[in-house]
């Protein structure tokens, strides 16, 4: 069975400074996404990014960026230049290409608070 | 286009009582799945249905819980029985037939079982 494991329970940044979440998981499967949700207080679970496991390329969004490392099962966000409306729970998520649709596979969340 | 609609927003029951969240998916999504949020958790999927069949229930408890998602209108989560331990924050998500897109999800309902 796939695992996502988050170690970093919660993070801290000062605005315009970069911060950088891990995340890990677990699969013997080769196709795969993985995903990135921002879930602030109002509890809306929100799609910051998505990798196709199948791209070498790192996906960014603005000022959201990923390092993908297959080899590793390593998939860390980078927000750079720090909003506070960026403070939120992060969450990272895992789905199987086998079938459309798969279910999602949460991590426990890392959140990020942000400091003016 | 509005989004995926789940409600009520907060639901308190009563120890025994039934609860019974709605979930209208996103237009043109015919997946649903249903999460469950305990405090301090990610979420943890419970069900994924189509239009009158339920695909994968492996996550959902065997007892007092049930899922369906009719031919015509929302998508129902019921818990009958409801204890203190039910009480958490429930997610609707959506997904077209296929692609490889992230889920889309609604707010949330917050049950709160006193």
């Known amino acids: 069975a796939q695992t996502v494991t988050q170690s970093q329970p919660e993070m801290s940044v000062q605005e315009a400074e970069t911060v950088t979440l891990s995340c890990t998981y677990d699969t013997s499967e080769s196709d795969y996404y993985l995903f990135w949700y921002k879930q602030p207080p109002s509890r809306q679970m929100i799609l910051v990014i998505r990798?196709?496991?199948?791209?070498?390329q790192n996906a960014t969004e603005n000022r959201f960026s990923v390092n993908f490392q297959k080899a590793a099962k390593s998939f860390s966000l980078k927000i750079s230049d720090s909003q506070l409306g960026d403070a939120a729970m992060y969450f990272c998520?895992?789905?199987?290409?086998?079938?459309?649709?798969?279910?999602?596979?949460f991590g426990k969340g890392t959140t990020l608070s942000v400091s003016s | 286009n509005a989004g995926v609609m789940q409600n009520p927003r907060h639901l308190v029951r009563r120890r025994g009582q039934e609860a019974r969240l709605r979930c209208s998916p996103m237009k043109g999504h015919s997946h649903v799945y249903w999460y469950r949020q305990l405090p301090e958790e990610g979420l943890k999927f419970m069900v994924y249905?189509?239009?009158?069949?339920?695909?994968?229930e492996s996550g959902m408890p065997k007892e007092r819980f049930s899922a369906e998602f009719p031919k015509e209108g929302p998508s129902i989560l019921r818990i009958q029985q409801v204890v203190r331990g039910d009480s958490a924050a429930y997610f609707c998500?959506?997904?077209?037939?296929?692609?490889?897109?992230?889920?889309?999800f609604g707010s949330g309902t917050r049950l709160t079982v006193v």
């Open positions: 990798q196709e496991a199948y791209k070498q």
């Open positions: 249905l189509q239009k009158e069949n339920i695909i994968d």
């Open positions: 998520a895992y789905r199987s290409e086998d079938q459309a649709g798969t279910a999602l596979i």
């Open positions: 998500a959506s997904s077209p037939l296929v692609g490889a897109g992230g889920y889309t």
